[in-house]
Structures are given as C-alpha cells and as structure tokens.
C-alpha cells in the first residue's frame, strides 16, 4: 500500500472513531496490566466477565497478594489456562509491590521482566496507559496488516517494525485501537465483510468479498 493510501486510510478510521478505546475494562494501570495478561488466547468479553469477580475483590496488587493463586484462579476460571495465568498474576503483583512501590513502571524493560508480560501486552499498557506511540501486534492487527498490504510482514515483529515506520506520525498514537477494532469486527479472518468497510477501496487484498 502506498504512502497516500495509508493516510487515506487511517484518516478514515479516525473520522469513524476519533478517540478509540480498549474494549477491556479497568480502573487503574495495574487492572489494565492484569486484564491484557488474562487476555492471551481469550476474548475480551470473557476476560471482562473474569475480571468483574476479580477486581471486586482484588482492585490492587496488595489484595490480589492477599487474594492467593487459588483466590484468582476461582476468580478467572471461565476463561482459557486459567492456572497458569493465577500464577501470573500473582507474581507479577508481587513484583510491582517488591520493585515498583506497587505501581506499574512507564518503561518497556521493566514491564517485560514482569511474569506473563511480553512485548504485546507491554505495548499494549504503554500506548493506553501511558500513551506512548508504540504498536502492539496480536492476531487481528497482523493479519488486517498482511492481508491489506498496510503493513506485511512473516511475524508480529515484522509487522510491528512496518506499521511503526509506515503509519503517519500523527495517527500512530490510535492506531493499535483503530485496526484491531477494525479487524475484531470488519476484517475478520474467515469471513470478512469487505461490503461494510470503510477502506475497501484502498485494500490490496485479491480476495475481497461482497
């Protein structure tokens, strides 16, 4: 995709949705922390169900501390490796009392060295949290990215350097919202719905549907 359809398309999907938002639902940096790790292989519907149990009873790191790993895994039960994801929770709450005086550091190096954080979920928690203009990849982005030819790439690295080079300064910082919004619910995997999207015209996809 060329230079011009690129701003053409990120000038539509902000005309759409100025101020996109994350579909999780939090009250503070480390609930957003917590739901981005609960989120791996889950949706955010069914991490919202979890985390409304959750947060009630353990809204900080100190209560979620107190709460224990089999208090969180009761919790967040319903949603996909539950187990090993209490166990995360757990040590990365620790970690932030132990390191951080139970706040949720603004650097890249330090959320990485938390338990269950990678490079996704510590962009994630950077751009919303802290609105750094960072991208992070998940299975959406890169394949909107590759199937447009907005941004291609063989992995979410590849794609993540691409849109961070290709997108326009001035639209970097929503953008992570604006195209996994897009591709959660109009360019969806199996069936896409070319006919309702606002960026047909600019998509280099060979295979669009009516």
Request: some cysteine; overall charge positive.
């Amino acid at each position: 995709m060329k230079r011009e359809a690129i701003r053409e398309f990120f000038r539509r999907l902000h005309a759409a949705n100025p101020e996109p938002q994350t579909e999780l639902e939090y009250a503070s940096p480390y609930q957003l922390l917590v739901a981005v790790v609960l989120s791996a292989q889950a949706t955010d519907r069914s991490v919202n169900i979890a985390t409304r149990k959750l947060f009630a009873l353990a809204p900080t790191p100190e209560a979620m501390v107190t709460l224990g790993e089999e208090g969180i895994a009761d919790c967040i039960k319903t949603i996909g490796l539950f187990r090993n994801k209490a166990k995360n929770t757990l040590a990365l709450s620790r970690l932030l009392l132990e390191r951080h005086g139970g706040e949720v550091p603004a650097e890249r190096e330090a959320l990485e060295a938390l338990p269950g954080v990678g490079r996704k979920t510590a962009n994630v928690v950077l751009n919303t949290v802290f609105r750094q203009p960072v991208m992070a990849v998940d299975t959406h982005i890169f394949r909107l990215a590759n199937r447009t030819g907005l941004a291609p790439g063989k992995d979410v690295v590849e794609v993540e350097k691409a849109l961070m080079r290709r997108v326009p300064k001035d639209y970097l910082l929503d953008a992570h919202h604006w195209l996994i919004l897009h591709g959660r619910y109009v360019c969806t995997a199996r069936s896409p719905r070319c006919a309702q999207c606002s960026v047909r015209d600019l998509c280099l996809c060979r295979d669009k549907t009516d």
